[in-house]
């Protein structure tokens, strides 16, 4: 029987009926790897032939938060392959230094941040944080598919070249000089009309704000002075890569019996 492994969503109770609070995962098959490997588009592999081979629960990957689908990508890696990770980069702040080579790093020591008690999915910046603009401007977490519309959208285009920044913080904002519950090209019309500070203040205000999740940096000891250093694991959809030296070390040390209890390793991480 294949192991299994549930873990529970970080946007626990924001999904309505559509998906429940806790998933099933299972590991992925030598087909499924194969599969994945020779994809020309990892992304769409993975929402639309992985996921729903790897995941018990029959949801719509797309309608996951992008948090979730991060937290999803972690624990299928950490499930099939363990929870070693091959890095080429390790900056430490004891040496003030950085190292390159090959360097094996745990998954696990990435924190994550959990959505408060109660969240409801939106996030405000208040006028008094801005300079000329005399509202509060609200806005939201993106669901996966929010994100590959906002990359393809062609409604955010500046002197002839998509804008991948403006687009992302036109689909964020649902609430701006007013209105509310606005479409993206309608956040765009309000947008264009801030002050050069206030479009700096407000993307560094949701950059404060949007820090739930999985961070981009996990912990390690530094090569050169044995200190505490970081490593950056972007988890995104190259995540499920691993490499024979992970595997094995995986194996090594105790291999499956130790990938238990993947949301609780986080805890722990956390605390
Ligand atoms: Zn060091």
């Known amino acids: ?6 873990i529970e969503l970080l946007g626990k109770g924001l999904y309505g009926e559509d998906i ?3 998933l099933t995962l299972i590991p992925m ?3 499924l790897q194969m599969e994945y490997e020779g994809s020309e588009s990892l992304e769409t592999t993975l929402l639309d032939s992985i996921l729903p081979k790897c995941v018990q629960e029959k949801i719509d990957f ?6 979730d689908f991060q937290w999803v990508l972690r624990a299928l890696r950490i499930l099939t392959f363990g929870e070693f990770h091959t890095t080429d980069t390790i900056f430490c702040r004891s040496c003030d230094d950085i190292s390159r080579g090959e360097y094996r790093v745990n ?8 959505l408060p008690e109660g969240f409801k999915n939106t996030l405000k910046i208040r006028k008094e944080d801005l300079m000329d603009c005399g509202h509060d401007i609200e806005f939201k977490l993106l669901t996966v598919q929010e994100i590959i519309n906002a990359r393809k959208d062609k409604a955010f285009t500046i002197a002839g070249k998509h804008n ?5 913080v036109c689909y964020m904002i649902s609430s701006m000089n007013g209105k509310k519950d606005m479409k993206p090209f309608e956040v765009r019309l309000e947008v264009d009309k801030l002050s050069g500070p206030d479009w700096v203040l407000l993307k560094s205000s949701m950059m404060e704000l949007l820090e739930y999740g999985l961070e ?3 912990s390690t000891k530094c090569p050169k002075c044995g200190e505490e250093a970081v490593f950056i694991a972007l988890v995104d959809e190259r995540f499920l890569f691993a490499t024979v030296g992970d595997i094995r070390e995986w ?4 291999g499956r019996g130790k990938a238990k209890n993947i949301s609780a390793d986080t805890a722990a991480a956390n605390g």
């Open 1 to 6: 029987m294949a192991i299994t492994e549930t």
């Open 107 to 114: 998954i696990t020591t990435i924190p994550c941040r959990p």
């Open 20 to 22: 429940p609070d806790t």
């Open 216 to 218: 981009a940096t996990g």
């Open 62 to 67: 797309r309608k996951l938060l992008n948090i």
């Open 164 to 168: 991948i920044e403006l687009a992302r």
């Open 251 to 254: 194996r090594n040390s105790g």
């Open 29 to 31: 098959t030598s087909t």
